[in-house]
Nanobody, 115 residues
């Protein structure tokens, strides 16, 4: 399984960005796709994930600002990020985890929130 992410970049505080991730390869129907991030000097943390059935989980820090969505038929997952803050600056990683246990990561895309 390969994950290809896109959409990172530089944005001013209060701005918006949309991250997209496409998965390819042998993907089982029961899976969870989503986004994690890692800021400089910090551990990787969950941002938002969404199961194939539609259940979602968001980090408290992004609730109300970020929205995750997915297309099961296309094996894609998007992250709409609004009201971005400097604290959102990080490398964002796309993730796919099969319910059966195997897990895959994309290469990461940098999001920088700065004036």
């Amino acid at each position: 399984v390969q994950l290809q992410a896109s959409g990172g970049g530089l944005v001013q505080p209060g701005g918006s960005l949309r991250l997209s991730c496409a998965a390819s390869g042998r993907i089982f129907r029961r899976n969870i796709m989503g986004w994690y991030r890692q800021a400089p000097g910090k551990r990787r943390e969950l941002v938002a994930i969404m199961a194939d059935a539609g259940d979602t989980n968001y980090a408290d820090s992004v609730k109300g600002r970020f929205t995750i969505s997915r297309d099961n038929a296309k094996n894609t997952v998007d992250l709409q990020m609004n009201s971005l803050e400097p604290e959102d600056t990080a490398v964002y990683f796309c993730n796919l985890r099969h319910i059966a246990g195997s897990e895959y990561w994309g290469r990461g895309t940098l999001v920088t929130v700065s004036s």
